[in-house]
């Protein structure tokens, strides 16, 4: 990947709505089980960010920018919110206060740190 295509995708953010589709592949795989970050990167985040186009492996941002851009919908955008977190934490707490947090505001677009880098 470029240092060009990288530095864009730096810049993707994600919606309320893609963090409660995360929350619920989260919860279809690990049920009620406290499971941490570094576990869902590499059980879920990393399959998933594979494009549609090549096949190839890319970033989870550039996986939903791909996702979502056939659909101009609002779901990725340019990040105004960047998180940083342990990766040993609970996810589900995680994801959980930042849907909330997200939905109180309008327009928010997290870059979540972890999970939108390949």
Not at 22 to 46: H, M, P, Q, W
Not at 91 to 102: E, K, M, R, W
Request: net charge positive; hydrophobic share 40%; glycine share 4%.
């Amino acid at each position: 990947m470029s240092t060009k295509r990288s530095n864009k995708m730096a810049t993707v953010g994600v919606s309320a709505r893609v963090l409660e589709e995360l929350l619920g592949a989260v919860r279809a795989k690990f049920g009620n089980t406290i499971v941490a970050s570094k576990d869902v990167v590499e059980s879920i985040v990393k399959p998933l960010s594979k494009s549609e186009k090549t096949g190839r492996p890319v970033s989870f941002a550039e996986r939903m920018v791909e996702k979502y851009a056939r659909k101009k919908s609002k779901y990725v955008a340019k990040a105004n919110l960047f998180v940083s977190h342990a990766w040993n934490a609970n996810v589900v707490h995680l994801l959980d206060t930042l849907i909330d947090s997200a939905k109180s505001r309008k327009k928010n677009y997290l870059f979540l740190a972890g999970y939108l880098l390949q």
